[in-house]
């Protein structure tokens, strides 16, 4: 599918119980339909050439031939359709019925794969009629071929990298030991599962969550193609809950009882990314039989049927984002709770600008001191004016540390300030870097020696973000004695305190909450104008929401800069420009190659989600590492 998707398809088709012919043209105009749809996998459901239903019917040999009549009929019909398809049918080899998959792809049969597990409790009799499938796979003749048949088999495609294709047969998947388990585990990265589920109260609940948490489980794409209307109705109804899911989350899943198709883009890039990291894969004791297929790669002009979240460190239902937020607030808390109690300090410095960053790190503070059972009068909470501090961000300042009953300090860095640019020959009408960072190293001084003082510890403000983007003053905001934020993405920051907001149950402090969220992002380094904050950090280094998406694809996934700039234009597409979105990840590529430097001694915080930036475990990276091949592939694209 280009950029390392692929498109896949689950369908069922209207059967006729013990109509082959039938069955078969609406196979056709599944593969048909597929195909229009530019898909590459196509799934059907178990037994869908005969119908699943058929009963002792399956015992007739007219059946059986009519079944292998139509299969290899469609087998003939998938030549240069450039799509694998998998089709349930019984099969009689060598004295037994077999329940098997059919994979057919451009005129051949690439395999047949029986199902391991036969149920045969409260509705279902399949002992009656079918024999369990054998795992080790044996060569047989079917339809003038030589076929491989047997469970262990996969497919791997030659052309489509991190493609390889592995079935199983609905019971298979709901015993202890599924044969996908040992399917991931010899290499497959997409699992597919045809199916006839019969439907009853509250079982598609447990079916839905079969399929994610084997998604989940075995990092992988799963399909599961189940029956639906024309199946006997006897004792039965079957629902056609076609269900894609991608390494523990949902794609796609069609509307009960309505026989619907559905279509996903799988991320192969994603699957192959946390297999890679995760190192668990590739092993097992079990004997494969590898078939290798060749797929034309073409990337799709039709739709994209994979949902990229603009804003993936945040979730998108309120109910999913408040427990996040619950979460998180709790792991700082507890982090910082443990580290005072280590250090048996029972005092903290924290500086408090009014901005979003020190406003979190003051909230987090006193909640662990609050789980510690000590006062918060006990926390020093320090406002240091200078020449960029603005009336709106020192009320907000004052209000927040007097609502939450902090031990308020004033300290007035301007005069130090002005001596260390006598001092080094600063000229105080040049706003430069040295003009900046001045004033940073300053304040973390002024908290340095409060925390001396009072024998306390400086709690670190800095935020993932940030740290990203090396968008802190080396030995000044960078340095801490706890970083309660270091993992904290600012997308979330902000999130956390309009949370803290909504739950805290005082007004007043809601009210200034919601004032510092509605207050610019700024380091207020240099002189307002006209009484407003001059210099806002987005304009400087780029808006953060873009910053946050590049830093969860690339350092989650390891994706190319070219899939990320692709994916971007697909999340934030009506929002940035495609020039917006490549300047801004240069600009994200170059400072994270050349700020690694102030990562390699950040002092220590808690880890919050699966992306951090700790040198100490979750980013091992070379302070002079080049960037050049990032850089050159994002030139190429222009």
Known sequence: MGEGFLRVSAATPKVKVADCIYNGEQTKKAIDQAVENQVKLLVLPELGITGYTCGDLFLQSRLLDSAKEQILWLRDYTKNKDIVVAVGFPMEWN??????????????????????????????????????????????????ERVWMGTNLLFQCETIKGFTLAAEICEDLWVPCPPSTHHALAGATVIINLSASDETTGKDIYRRQLVESQSGRLICGYLYADAGEGESSTDLVFAAHNLIAENGTMLAEAVRFQNQTIVADLDLDRIHSERRRMKTFGI???????????????????????????????????????????????????????????????????????????????????????????????ITAITMPCFGTTDRTYQNAVLLIEKLGAEFVEVDIRKAVLHHFQDSGQNLGLHDVTYENAQARERTQVLMDFANKKNGMVIGTGDLSELALGWATYNGDHMSMYGVNASVPKTLVRHLVRYYADTCQDEKLSQVLFDVLDTPVSPELLPPED????????????????????????????????????????????????????????????????????????????????????????????????????????????
């Open 531 to 638: 009484g407003k904050i001059a210099q806002k950090t987005e304009d400087i280094v780029g808006p953060y929401e873009l910053h946050d998406f590049y830093l969860y694809y690339i350092l989650r996934f390891g994706y190319t800069p070219k899939k990320v700039y692709d994916l971007a234009q697909k999340a934030f597409e009506g929002i940035y420009s495609k020039e917006t979105i490549l300047k801004w990840l240069k600009t994200f590529y170059h400072r994270f190659f050349t700020q690694q430097f102030k990562r390699s001694c950040l002092p220590d915080g808690p880890k919050v989600g699966s992306v951090a930036v700790s040198p100490r475990g979750d980013l091992r990276m070379p302070s002079d590492a080049c960037v050049r091949i990032w850089m050159e592939e994002l030139e190429r694209i222009e």
């Open 284 to 378: 097992t004791e079990s004997e494969y039989q590898t078939i290798f297929f060749s797929i034309q790669e073409t990337e799709a002009t039709k739709g994209f049927y994979h949902f990229i979240d603009p804003m993936p460190f945040v979730p998108s239902k309120k109910e999913d984002r408040d427990k996040r937020c619950e979460e998180i607030l709790s792991i700082q808390a507890m982090g910082l709770k443990k580290r005072l109690e280590h250090a048996h300090c029972q005092s903290a410095v924290i500086g408090i600008s009014g901005g979003l960053d020190s406003t979190l790190a003051l909230l987090v503070t006193a909640r662990a001191f609050d789980l510690f059972g000590l006062k918060r009068e006990q």
């Open 95 to 144: 004295g037994s019925l077999y329940n098997l998959a059919a994979i057919l792809f451009d005129g051949k049969v690439l395999g047949l794969v029986p199902k391991r597990n036969i149920p045969n409790y409260s509705e279902f009799y399949e002992a009656r009629h079918f024999k369990e499938g054998m795992e080790k796979p044996v060569e047989i003749e079917f339809g003038k």
